[in-house]
């Protein structure tokens, strides 16, 4: 099973990217996915999360009225719009996939598969 996160890179504060991130190996149709990130000197933080059929989404405070996550099942796809960027979103942005859950969930153990990581850099 892989997960591969693409998107990334830099973009002036203000701006927008959206990160995709496809899975192979086996189908998450049925599965919570979700986007976590971390800083550089700083822990892994939860950024977004989608139950399997998109219906339920969550958000740090951080990134709410920003960010907008939303999957496409018939892809094994799941995606983060990032709009607005700041410098303090400046990390990198890990995709996961959990292998039981189907309802969103901001738990980082409840994930079982995790992406490659792909690099944010917003500039002031």
């Known amino acids: 099973v892989q997960l591969q996160a693409s998107g990334g890179g830099l973009v002036q504060a203000g701006g927008s990217l959206r990160l995709s991130c496809a899975a192979s190996?086996?189908?998450?149709?049925?599965?919570?996915m979700g986007w976590f990130r971390q800083a550089p000197g700083k822990e892994r933080e939860f950024a977004a999360a989608?139950?399997?059929?998109?219906?339920?989404?969550y958000y740090a405070d951080s990134v709410k009225g920003r960010f907008i996550i939303s999957r496409d099942n018939a892809k094994n796809t799941v995606y983060l719009q990032m709009n607005s960027l700041k410098p303090e979103d400046t990390a990198v942005y890990y995709c996961?996939?959990?292998?039981?859950?189907?309802?969103?969930?901001?738990?980082?153990?409840?994930?079982?598969?995790w992406g490659q990581g792909t690099q944010v850099t917003v500039s002031s």
């Open positions: 996961a996939a959990s292998s039981y859950r189907a309802g969103a969930t901001k738990l980082a153990y409840e994930y079982s598969y």
């Open positions: 190996g086996r189908t998450f149709s049925s599965n919570a």
């Open positions: 989608i139950s399997w059929s998109g219906s339920t989404t």
